[in-house]
C-alpha cells in the first residue's frame, strides 16, 4: 500500500484573499480591509487549489509531500503528481528493522514525466526492506512555474 500526504504548509495559495474578493464582487470595510464572509472565501480557495491538485495531477502550489510505499517497486517510483522540484530525503527500513537513508546518487529524479517519477541510475538497484508497511518514506517539494 502506498500514500502520498502533502504537508499542508503551501506559503502562498495561487489565488489571494483579494483576488477572490475582487472576483466574487465583496465590499470591504475598515482597515485593513475585511468582509463577513473571509474565513469561507480562504477556506474555498484552499479547497479549490487541493481539488484541482488531486484532479489534474498537477502541483498547482509550492509545497512539500511525503510519499510512503511498503517496498521499492521493481521500476520506477510513481511520485503520483506532476512538478516534483526537488527530492528532499529517501530512507527506508532495511531487513534488520533500522531505518537507512537511499543515497540520492543512486537515483535521478524525471519531472519532465507526468507525474514525476524516480529512476535507478546505471548499475543501481533498490535495496531490500522490510516486510512491512511504510517502509519507504520519499519527501520532495514541489513548485510552480
Known amino acids: 500500500m502506498s500514500g502520498l500526504s502533502p504537508s499542508n504548509n503551501v506559503a ?14 465583496l465590499d470591504t ?5 475585511s468582509h463577513p464572509d473571509d474565513t469561507l ?4 480557495i484552499i ?10 495531477g498537477l502541483a498547482i502550489a509550492n509545497q512539500t509531500y511525503t510519499l510512503t510505499l511498503d517496498r ?3 521500476a520506477e517510483i510513481n511520485l503520483q503528481i506532476s ?14 528493522g533500522a531505518t537507512q537513508t537511499f543515497s540520492s546518487t543512486k537515483y535521478t529524479l524525471d519531472n519532465v514525466t ?9 548499475n543501481e538497484k533498490w535495496p531490500d526492506t522490510r516486510l512491512q508497511p511504510n517502509a519507504v518514506t520519499i519527501t520532495f517539494s514541489t513548485w510552480i512555474s
Open 12 to 25: 502562498a495559495e495561487p489565488i489571494t484573499l483579494a483576488q477572490a474578493r475582487l472576483h466574487l464582487k
Open 29 to 33: 470595510s475598515g482597515s485593513p480591509p
Open 41 to 44: 472565501v480562504t477556506a474555498l
Open 47 to 56: 479547497a479549490s487549489r487541493e481539488s484541482a491538485e488531486k484532479y489534474t
Open 72 to 74: 521499492f517497486p521493481d
Open 83 to 96: 512538478k516534483v522540484n526537488s527530492i528532499t530525503s529517501s530512507s527506508y527500513v532495511d531487513t534488520n
Open 114 to 122: 507526468k507525474p514525476s517519477v524516480i529512476n535507478l541510475n546505471y
